[in-house]
């Protein structure tokens, strides 16, 4: 069975994605729970016509996202872990703590999902995590690890 997820759903899809699902799934939680719809032509219309909204307020946007760009391509955030005395840190740092840390420093918002780090980070140090503001628009953001 074909669904829209109307919400973000772990390990299933994100909001807006056409899924395959088994039927009991879909039928018995899915659709109940009001986070998905049954992917039939008129849904499927009804969602095209809601991406083109959603594409021209993301192209209105595209000059923000620039100056954003801008105003981190020179700026190093500092983000506090606890960390043992070898420098390795207790858990690891994900794109949630990025996004706060932008938000607190900064008074930027961001969506995780738009921040992509190079690997699992557990160590004090300096690393670079991308973030994918547009289609067009990527930018490069330094954050140094500091033991609190």
């Known amino acids: 069975m074909d ?6 759903i772990d390990k299933l899809g994100y ?6 699902v088994k039927n009991g799934f879909g039928r018995n939680y899915l659709i109940p729970q009001g986070v998905a719809v ?11 016509s809601i991406l083109a909204e959603e594409e021209a307020k993301e192209a209105a946007r ?12 020179d700026v190093t955030l500092n983000i506090g872990v ?5 420098g390795k840190i207790f858990g690891s740092v994900t794109n949630v703590q990025i996004a706060q840390a932008l938000l607190e420093q900064f008074d930027i918002d961001i969506p995780r999902k738009k ?10 140090g300096k690393y670079t995590a991308t973030l994918n503001l547009h289609k067009e628009v990527t ?4 954050f140094e690890l500091v033991k609190e």
């Open 62 to 73: 595209l000059e923000e996202y620039k100056e954003i760009a801008e105003k981190l391509g």
């Open 82 to 86: 606890k960390s043992g005395t070898s």
């Open 3 to 8: 669904v829209i997820l109307l919400k973000d």
């Open 139 to 142: 930018a490069n953001v330094d």
């Open 115 to 124: 921040i992509e780090l190079p690997e699992e980070i557990k160590e004090v």
């Open 15 to 20: 909001k807006h994605d056409i899924v395959t």
């Open 38 to 48: 049954i992917a039939n032509p008129s849904n499927r219309k009804k969602l095209d």
